[in-house]
């Protein structure tokens, strides 16, 4: 099959259905509005009480089918398999999620009902990536509530065939490549600057005395723009944490914990965690900072652990 044969065919699948008249697994609920509220620290008052409505953005959580699927598979379409099939036969076998976009014309209250439908909105020609080449996929969810449009989510995938890598580096006596350089503007040089003094500092904001982190050029609470600086003094607890595993990056040798450090002053960071092996780091273990002499001309603020 050619490529232009390849598309004309994926292009056939443009306004196919990929799920008909399905239905919410849930009516929207407070519980499920709390977890999301706790996991993404949202603690606007519109989303408590009596007349709560729902965060927007939970819009596609109402349509997923949790890791089950939707129990009945009502109003599944075989369309979006039948293209994936196609894709995957000619070489598009990788997927990744690109972007997603959401309309909103109501608000989802407790109590609501749930249907949607979905449609294949559009699939692009061949393009290229860092990735691989491969197909653009758009669908787009109708959501309802009691039968009422409330929003729309569009969402894009890129079915791709992977590039080919490119050679391991470093095993024929290749230096080691250098981590990546911190991009330095004018917004958070003070930052970078308390760094080569070795002193981890946090903006506070001079008008309400917030502290925030990362840099920013505006408050989070009040929107002033005048700020001075308040040192940390190092201590701090793993909020949470991943280990990274995939993908390789040049210059970083997984797998290493990445975590988000609570400091004592109540903001957090991204940071590595040193002195404990990876798989030792735990939520709530205290960590101290230090300073990490990476190379000739990066020092990066880290924490150091301790298994207790
Ligand atoms: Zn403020």
Redesign the pocket.
Known sequence: MTEDELYARLKAFEGRPAATAAQGRDPVNQPMIRHWCEAMGDTNAAYTGPDAIAPPTMLQAWTMGGLSGHSNGAGRSTAQDELFALLDGAGCTSVVATDCEQEYLRPLRPGDTVTFDAVIESVSPRKTTKLGTGHFVTTRTDVRANGELAGTHRFRILKYAPAARPEPQGEQGDPKPLRPRPVINRDNQGFWEGVRRHRLLIQR??????L?FPWLP???????P??DTVEASGAGTVFSYVVMHHPPFPAFDPPYAVALVELAEGVRMISNITGVPYDKVRIGMPVQLEFLRVDDDLELPVFRGSEA
Do not use: V
């Open positions: 904001c001079t008008a309400c005395a917030a925030r505006g408050c989070n609470h009040c929107a002033s005048d700020w």
